[in-house]
């Protein structure tokens, strides 16, 4: 049946001409455009809630992680494998890797359907907006051959269990910080298993099929384990170095001002590493297996440091005589623009007293103050 399904999805895309096909290309390469999958939990995380991009984080990575894992463990073949008359689109890349369960839904589910969850109460347009789209992306991957209907519904199963135990784990700790540790010992107990059962799958079991097979090599499902449990441990690494050594301060307990400098701060940061660094560490052997570690680890730890160092740097610098109960965004407006507050500008003004008095005096010795 789902063949069938496939095939008929198959046929409408043939006769239907390229605009569908092109719309649903976008959908699903804009579902995997890494500086999109960087800034939606990071401006969760920097602006809206640490609470809500924690959840988000957790589950992209959770996600990605137990997709990697079920697709190296069942090794399942791609649609077009197991049938020679059903084709994917011509359009986009031709799939290399295991079909069971779909990665591009798994992320869809993770990364946008999560973060819809979140801002439910508060965003609820964008919501329905971020839930359309993965909608649409689940049907794209139909629609342009590349999964079958169980590869998809599976995925989206596997992204609700994720998102209900990552709401109710941290909505645990926000009640228990203090149960931070055992949390962080678990999370790397789990890197460790995964990361012994990859090895062990590949070089002592050799437990992948031939590549004639299912069109996959066996190197590179090694590969795209170990990069996914690379990113879940940059995320466990990343999230408990910020409750330990940073700490900034929540999104919710600061301005509209200070969110937008974050954002700025931040998004500049990511679109360097995005288009700028990571495209030269591609090239090196060990960069893939480690890319979504090096990910997490500036989103979660690094950046909100240069978040704190920032702010801090501003208080501490005596010259600036900046206002506590400014923002950073706004002090930094003042600094740039000259604009001064009025205990600066009655302080100022004084001066200009003193100096034109002693001027008169100078010229005058009779003349009172």
Same mark, same amino acid.
């Given at each position: 049946?789902?063949?069938?399904?496939?095939?008929?999805?198959?046929?409408?895309?043939?006769?239907?001409?390229?605009?569908?096909?092109?719309?649903?290309?976008?959908i699903?390469?804009?579902?995997?455009?890494?500086?999109?999958?960087?800034?939606?939990?990071?401006?969760?995380?920097?602006?809206?809630?640490?609470?809500?991009?924690?959840?988000?984080?957790?589950?992209?990575?959770?996600?990605?992680?137990?997709?990697?894992?079920?697709?190296?463990?069942?090794?399942?073949?791609?649609?077009?494998?197991?049938?020679?008359?059903?084709?994917?689109?011509?359009?986009?890349?031709?799939?290399?890797?295991?079909?069971?369960?779909?990665? $591009?839904s798994?992320? =869809?589910?993770?990364?946008?359907?999560? =973060? /819809?969850?979140?801002?439910?109460?508060?965003?609820?347009?964008?919501?329905?907006?971020?839930?359309?789209?993965?909608?649409?992306?689940?049907?794209?991957?139909?629609?342009?051959?590349a $999964?079958?209907?169980?590869?998809?519904l599976?995925?989206? +199963?596997? /992204?609700?269990?994720?998102?209900?135990?990552?709401?109710?784990?941290?909505? !645990?700790?926000?009640? $228990?910080?203090?149960?931070?540790? +055992?949390?962080?010992?678990?999370?790397?107990g789990?890197?460790?298993?995964?990361? =012994?059962?990859?090895?062990?799958?590949?070089?002592?079991? &050799?437990?992948?099929?031939?590549?004639?097979?299912?069109?996959?090599k066996?190197l590179?499902s090694?590969?795209?384990?170990?990069? =996914?449990?690379g990113?879940?441990? /940059?995320?466990?690494?990343g999230?408990?170095?910020?409750?330990?050594?940073?700490?900034?301060?929540?999104?919710?307990? +600061?301005?509209?001002?200070?969110?937008?400098?974050?954002?700025?701060?931040?998004?500049?940061?990511?679109?360097?590493?995005?288009f700028?660094?990571?495209?030269?560490? &591609?090239?090196?052997?060990? !960069?893939?297996?480690?890319?979504?570690?090096?990910?997490?680890?500036?989103?979660l730890f690094?950046?909100?440091?240069?978040?704190?160092?920032?702010?801090?740097?501003?208080?501490?610098?005596?010259?600036?005589?900046?206002?506590?109960?400014?923002?950073?965004?706004?002090?930094? !407006?003042?600094?740039?623009?000259?604009?001064?507050?009025?205990?600066? &500008?009655?302080?100022?003004?004084?001066?200009?007293?003193?100096?034109? !008095?002693?001027?008169?005096?100078?010229?005058n010795?009779?003349?009172?103050?």
């Open positions: 049946m789902d063949l069938q399904y496939l095939h008929f999805l198959q046929n409408i895309r043939e006769q239907g001409g390229e605009f569908w096909e092109r719309f649903f290309v976008f699903t390469e804009l579902d995997v455009n890494p500086f999109v999958l960087f800034l939606i939990p990071c401006v969760l995380f920097w602006c809206l809630s640490k609470q809500s991009g924690q959840i988000v984080f957790f589950t992209y990575n959770v996600g990605t992680c137990l997709n990697t894992i079920l697709k190296n463990a069942i090794c399942c073949k791609r649609p077009f494998v197991r049938d020679a008359t059903l084709h994917p689109s011509a359009l986009t890349a031709r799939p290399n890797n295991y079909s069971f369960p779909s990665g $591009h798994t992320i =869809a589910v993770n990364i946008f359907g999560s =973060a /819809g969850w979140v801002i439910r109460n508060k965003y609820k347009v964008l919501t329905w907006c971020l839930w359309i789209f993965v909608a649409l992306v689940l049907f794209s991957r139909n629609y342009l051959g $999964h079958t209907p169980q590869d998809v599976v995925a989206l +199963i596997n /992204g609700i269990i994720i998102i209900g135990i990552a709401e109710l784990l941290f909505k !645990y700790l926000k009640e $228990h910080p203090e149960k931070d540790n +055992i949390v962080f010992y678990y999370g790397l789990i890197v460790v298993l995964l990361y =012994a059962y990859t090895i062990l799958k590949y070089v002592v079991f &050799k437990s992948y099929p031939a590549f004639e097979v299912t069109q996959v066996p590179t090694m590969t795209d384990n170990l990069r =996914a449990i990113g879940f441990f /940059g995320f466990v690494l999230w408990y170095l910020e409750r330990k050594f940073v700490n900034f301060k929540d999104p919710e307990k +600061i301005s509209l001002s200070e969110k937008w400098a974050r954002f700025v701060v931040g998004a500049i940061i990511v679109a360097v590493f995005v700028m660094i990571f495209p030269v560490l &591609k090239h090196f052997v060990w !960069y893939r297996p480690i890319q979504f570690f090096i990910q997490n680890m500036l989103c690094f950046i909100p440091l240069t978040f704190k160092g920032i702010s801090t740097w501003f208080e501490l610098t005596p010259n600036l005589k900046l206002t506590p109960k400014k923002t950073l965004l706004d002090n930094i !407006y003042d600094f740039v623009n000259g604009e001064e507050n009025k205990e600066q &500008k009655e302080d100022k003004e004084g001066k200009k007293e003193k100096t034109k !008095y002693r001027k008169n005096k100078l010229k010795p009779h003349v009172k103050k």
